[in-house]
């Protein structure tokens, strides 16, 4: 993913937190409380809210009748699909489908790829992956699927110059994340295109964990599938799956004979929970409302349009979240933490405030129980990515500590937070 214009505030200013935290309901509602949970699912904008409860009470009804209120919801989804294509740069809305969760739309492609492999078997995964983007494509062995690792290096970090050595005239696929649910270390996905097409491969990126951190751009990117979870990007639960056009349209997937072979519908079997996706589309506005302030602030007229203002809001998103980072990182450091992953200043561009440790002599969960008696809502375990736990030389059962923060955390919070770690002692 591009480094971001600049550390610690947005470009040129700084970066209105306290203005947005005002417009989250249960920020303002959890008094003390402090989420720092955010990589299991993050908080929406009273705007989702007030989508979600207008769509149940205007709308609430099934697409696709010829009355005004059933219309009303082909509406919401088609402008939904506009919404998340901008936020994402696809080419055309009908790239975009709509489902419950990532896991179910990586299993659906991957179940799809895997009844067209033939002589091209190979599926490269990676030891830094959230296991919904491992074990989904490792389901394939009796497919005929053969599989390649691309490693993660002790910096804790997926090196392209490794990914060299997994690719040959069979690969078929890397599935591989944009950033790391567990150690936040963001992955130059760019070069892993560039690399897996000069082969003939496909690559299938698990977006879910970089999206509510920095600008997504699936045509720059030059990627073949994106996957993404919307409760991470301030938006209710539910997925939304983007794909090449044309991938889309040959992939063999399940749908009852009347559904014509075209995607979005080929890909949306079912009826999925439409109030989540007028939500959703609440929550790219959102963004976009930032995007405007931040370019206005800088001089700009903000009026280049839904794309535009995504692309500044989630550059100034990247720009504040290095500033927590860094303090984040400094007090894990006075607090003699172990922090698993990028921990260097000059590598902060390399990593999302998202951070594992361990305290020596202290069980993760102890750290965790700490916190939450400090109203500071923190996790431990394995962070679903225990293939990575042990690469770690960490027990899955009991893994690390994480604490993930996003655009609406402040640094007033990690000093709460670094508070409960100085009071801890083995
Ligand atoms: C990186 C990553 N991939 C996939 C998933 C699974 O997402 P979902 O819960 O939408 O299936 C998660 C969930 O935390 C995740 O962090």
Not at 237 to 252: K, S, T, V
């Amino acid at each position: 993913m591009s480094a971001p214009p600049s550390a610690g505030s947005a470009r040129g200013g700084e970066f209105p937190a306290a203005a947005l935290r005002a417009q989250f309901p249960a920020l303002e509602r959890a008094g003390a409380f402090v989420f720092f949970d955010n990589a299991a699912g993050a908080q929406v904008p009273q705007r989702v809210v007030d989508a979600v409860t207008a769509h149940l009470i205007e709308h609430n009804v099934q697409r696709g009748g010829r009355y005004a209120r059933s219309a009303a919801v082909d509406a919401v989804i088609q402008g939904a699909r506009e919404k998340v294509a901008a936020f994402i740069n696809a080419r055309r809305a009908e790239e975009v489908a709509f489902g419950m969760n990532a896991t179910s739309f990586i299993r659906l492609v991957s179940l799809a790829i895997g009844q067209t492999l033939g002589e091209r078997n190979e599926i490269i995964v990676t030891d830094l992956d959230h296991e919904a983007n491992v074990a989904t494509w490792l389901a394939l062995a009796p497919l005929g699927a053969a599989f390649r690792w691309w490693r993660m290096r002790a910096d804790g970090r997926l090196h392209c110059e490794d990914l060299a050595s997994c690719l040959g005239p069979r690969t078929r696929l890397l599935a591989c994340t944009c950033a790391s649910n567990a150690l936040g270390s963001v992955v130059d996905v760019q070069r892993a295109a560039g690399l897996v097409h000069t082969v003939g491969g496909e690559i299938f990126l698990d977006a879910v964990h970089y999206a509510p951190h920095g600008p997504l751009d699936v045509q720059s990117l030059d990627c073949d599938y994106l996957v993404c979870s919307a409760y991470k990007v301030f938006a209710p639960h539910m997925g939304f799956l983007w794909g090449r056009y044309p991938l889309l349209a040959a992939l063999p997937t399940f749908r009852e004979d009347f559904i014509p072979d075209r995607p979005p519908g080929k890909i949306e079997a079912g009826t999925f929970v439409y109030e989540n996706v007028a939500g959703l589309a609440a929550a790219i506005d959102y963004l976009a409302e930032l995007g405007r302030t931040l370019a206005a602030r800088d001089g700009g007229n903000g009026a280049g349009g839904l794309r535009a203002d995504c692309q500044v809001a989630m550059e100034g998103i990247r720009a504040y979240e290095q500033g927590l980072s860094r303090e984040l990182l400094r007090v894990l450091r006075e607090a003699g933490a172990d922090i698993y992953g990028v921990t260097e200043e000059s590598q902060l561009a390399q990593r999302v405030p998202t951070v594992c440790f361990n305290l020596p002599g202290i069980a993760p969960a102890a750290v965790a129980e700490a916190a939450a008696r400090a109203a500071i809502g923190i996790r431990d375990g394995h962070m679903y990515s225990p293939r990575l736990m042990q690469r770690l030389g960490l027990s899955p059962e009991s893994g690390a500590v994480r604490v993930s923060l996003v655009h609406y955390n402040t640094v007033a919070e990690i000093h709460r937070f670094r508070d409960v770690l100085m009071g801890l002692s083995p």
